[in-house]
């Protein structure tokens, strides 16, 4: 278990101090890149139970996925069925985000087979120009752009809103930060240090990582890592004296 240091929220201009108390504490589970591509019980597969397991044990308000549930936009039926039977355990919402393996164009997985009507507590962050989800039952907003295409003109931060007072502000997001000149979807510095949020919720690198702390930024990494043999995801604990904490959790399978 690596504990990531809490970082205290910052004030935000034209906060009052009684909004900022207003708002109740939540705990969201963050995953990405889960790669599903096969019906059998594969190491995949167990991971990404396991995700949903942590997330009915620790009580959680909400599962975000920041990109890349599927592998590719090829994937059978079955196991579309069969992510939907998992996410279903969990009694709480959902909230999806595409990735580049299963971007939301016109051939996509999520447009061949709706997950929304599989799971009745899922959202998904469909608009290419950037949506916002209240969180039913809690005092979480998320916002993220959907990805049409993986290509350097598309920006993951491009257009995320200020936050709002009386709620807790998370930006999802796919794609790679600090990435070389002609990289596709593009995350630079200079974006996440200018973003009005409690808490960014990265995809696309497999690898855990906390690349920026105000606001508190981290890649979740995949809930199962071929290349270290390692996984896990990211408990974020939006706490009552108005701190962000976030917990990286190994998926030992």
Known sequence: ????????????????????????????????????DKVFDGPEQRAFSAVVDLAI?????????????????????????????ELNRFSGPVVLLVGNHDVLHEASIHRKHDLRELCDRLFMLDNPDGDSFDVPGT??????????????EFRPLHGAPPARADRWSVIAAHGLVNAEAGRSSPIYTTDLSQLDADYVALG?????????????TLYSGSPHNWSSGQGGCVVVDFAPDNQVRAEWISLLL
Request: aromatic share 4%; glycine share 4%; proline share 5%.
């Open 57 to 85: 044990s620790r009580d959680a308000d909400a599962l975000l996925i920041a990109g890349d549930l599927f592998d590719h936009n090829r994937v059978k039926p079955e196991i579309v069925h069969w992510a939907a039977s």
């Open 1 to 36: 278990m690596d504990l990531v240091n809490p970082v205290s929220s910052t004030q935000r201009d034209g906060e009052s101090f009684n909004d900022i108390n207003q708002r109740r504490p939540a705990t969201l589970i963050h995953t990405s890149d889960c790669h599903l």
């Open 139 to 152: 005092e979480i907003t998320v916002w993220g752009r959907a990805m049409l295409e993986h290509a350097p």
């Open 204 to 216: 696309h690198v497999h690898v855990h990582s906390v690349v920026h702390e105000n606001p508190l």
